[in-house]
């Protein structure tokens, strides 16, 4: 793939893409303590609308908190300095925030200079080919209970969005994707169904629409407007804990995020979930949610797809 014409914003600055990089022996980099978050940019008119921005920068910030990094920028600088990032990134699709610590360790203790922030905004085709691009979520979900539970809340919080708990969704989503499914379904500590492993996960069951809690699972920015659609359009909500046995009641699944906005799920290990997937209620919400995002919903459009300024 050729350069990537793309600028990054840095501590403050914009730097080209390839001058961005650290040291093989950062502390983040050997200890995971890298925390990011992701949030989509749709173009109106020329204009970049950020979804949820102010909620992704919310979310950025807890994780921050939660990993103990104090950082220099406060939400309202980090949005200025998203505007700024996208002003120099014509037509990116993704903002990709992260702060990270740069300086070297010999402890496990991140050395004592405030951690970097770098803002990346760019498109899909700028990192993936072409033919890559085309199979992405070119079918519906097809999901493998995952071996390893989701990490416990007790030992991670299902809140901060740290590459060091990404590890283990990666190593699972790897053996789910070397038996020909798509991604993972996590169970939590009780046998109960959380998530993917970047996605939150929705059922229908006796008639009602399902989510775990976010006291297990993230507080997932896509997860949360859906709900405000659920409701709006009168579906009836449970957000408690999914026992593993509704799974074999359920008539639709799908799951929500940043990358697949509402993807439905085919078939859950060896149990295929009803044809036509996705099934009404799920094709319903997938269809709001990109009305939202084009900037057409008068109600939920303006309350969602903020201005980066
Ligand atoms: N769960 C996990 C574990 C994730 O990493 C993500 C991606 N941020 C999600 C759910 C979906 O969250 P969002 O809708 O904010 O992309």
């Given at each position: 793939m050729s350069a990537i014409e793309r600028e990054i914003w840095l501590d403050g600055s914009l730097v080209p893409w390839e001058a961005c990089s650290v040291h093989v022996l950062s502390q983040s980099l050997q200890r995971g303590s890298l925390v990011f978050d992701v949030m989509p940019c749709v173009w109106h008119d020329e204009h970049p609308r950020v979804f949820g921005l102010r909620e992704h920068v919310d979310r950025f910030l807890r994780s921050a908190d939660l990993n103990g990094m104090s950082l220099e920028h406060d939400r309202d600088a980090l949005v200025a300095a998203i505007g700024r990032t996208l002003a120099a990134n014509p037509g990116a699709e993704l903002v990709k925030i992260s702060a990270y610590h740069a300086g070297i360790s010999l402890d496990v203790l991140p050395p004592t200079a405030r951690p970097s922030v770098a803002i990346a905004a760019f498109a899909a085709a700028d990192i993936v080919a072409p033919e890559t691009l085309a199979r992405f979520h070119s079918r519906p979900a097809r999901l493998q209970i995952a071996?390893?539970?989701?990490?416990?809340a007790t030992v991670l919080s299902p809140q901060v969005k740290i590459a060091a708990g990404y590890t283990h969704a990666a190593v699972a989503k790897q053996r789910a994707r070397e038996s020909d499914f798509d991604d993972v379904l996590f169970l939590d500590e009780r046998g109960r169904v959380a998530e993917s492993s970047t996605q939150s996960f929705f059922l229908v069951a006796e008639g009602l629409l399902r989510t775990a809690p976010t006291d297990t699972v993230l507080d997932g920015i896509t997860r949360r407007c859906v709900i405000e659609l659920i409701l709006d359009e009168g579906m009836g909500l449970k957000e408690a804990p999914i026992p593993r046995e509704l799974l074999d009641g359920a008539s639709e699944a799908f799951l929500t995020g940043t990358s697949t906005n509402v993807w439905g799920v085919s078939r859950i290990d060896t149990l295929e979930l009803p044809?036509?997937?996705?099934g009404p209620l799920t094709a319903r919400l997938a269809e709001r949610l990109q009305r939202l995002l084009d900037g057409?919903?008068?109600?939920?459009s303006p309350r969602w797809m903020q201005e980066p300024r």
């Open positions: 071996e390893p539970i989701k990490m416990p044809e036509p997937v996705p057409d919903d008068p109600v939920f």
